[in-house]
């Protein structure tokens, strides 16, 4: 089946733009999770939804940052004013549920540049 | 607080030989732990859990690992390396108390050498 999709798979745009990262999880699942992994670190949750509501947005930066899964579906990740430290690979992941058992699937990441 | 701490940047091993990548956790209360691997340009797979139940885990493609509490650890361990194990891999803990949100080392990147 399809796993875990996101679009663009590459985004280049200038300093101060606004840009919008979509996360497409698998079907049926509830679950989804957004993730930034800047180079040579491993990623670091940002936000998660548990159906349309953020459960927990305690890893966004700032508020420049902002997320939203309005049908409790397709999730987009907004980025305000960004900024070169911005750039990184955001990832999305989703699962079934949140109890421990399930596992997140991780889509291939949108890799944001900031020039 | 829970973080990972893996301990080598880059292992290097020659194809055939033990692998061995180490990493070591804290956390306050009862964690689930994981192995995660990323191949270049794919996205993050799975390779085993833990989850409170067998201390010695088995995952895919041959690798396994051991929850070790008196010393933190949960070391990742293949008998024999291939060459399509090349990649680089993640030590991750989630505390169920905290949520589900998962917590990355800063990886190991794995090379074989033929």
């Known amino acids: 089946g399809a796993g875990v999709s996101q679009t663009p798979s590459n985004k280049v745009t200038e300093k101060g733009k606004y840009v919008e990262l979509r996360c497409d999880p698998i079907?049926?699942?509830?679950?989804l999770y957004w993730y930034r992994q800047s180079l040579g670190q491993g990623p670091e949750f940002l936000i998660y939804?548990?159906?349309?509501?953020?459960?927990?947005d305690s890893g966004l930066p700032n508020d420049r940052f902002f997320a939203v899964r309005p049908e409790g579906s397709v999730s987009t990740l907004k980025i305000q004013r960004t900024e070169r430290g911005d750039s990184a690979v955001y990832l999305c992941?989703?699962?079934?549920?949140?109890?421990?058992?399930?596992?997140?699937?991780f889509g291939p990441g949108t890799r944001l540049t900031v020039l | 607080a829970q973080s990972v701490t893996q301990l080598d940047s880059h292992v290097s091993v020659s194809e055939g030989t033990p692998v061995l990548l180490r990493c070591n956790y804290s956390?306050?209360?009862?964690?689930?732990l994981f192995w995660y691997v990323q191949h270049p340009n794919k996205g993050l797979q799975l390779l085993l859990k833990y989850t409170s139940a067998a201390t010695l885990v088995k995952g895919i493609n041959g690798f396994e690992a051991e929850f070790k509490k008196s010393e933190t650890s949960f070391h990742l361990t293949k008998p024999s390396a291939h060459m399509s194990d090349a990649a680089e891999y993640f030590c991750v803990v989630r505390e169920r108390e905290y949520g589900n949100k998962l917590v990355f080392g800063a990886g190991t990147i794995l090379r074989v050498k033929s």
């Open positions: 079907s049926g699942h509830t679950a």
């Open positions: 956390s306050s209360y009862s964690p689930s």
């Open positions: 939804f548990q159906g349309t509501g953020a459960a927990d």
């Open positions: 992941a989703s699962s079934l549920g949140t109890s421990g058992s399930n596992e997140q699937f």
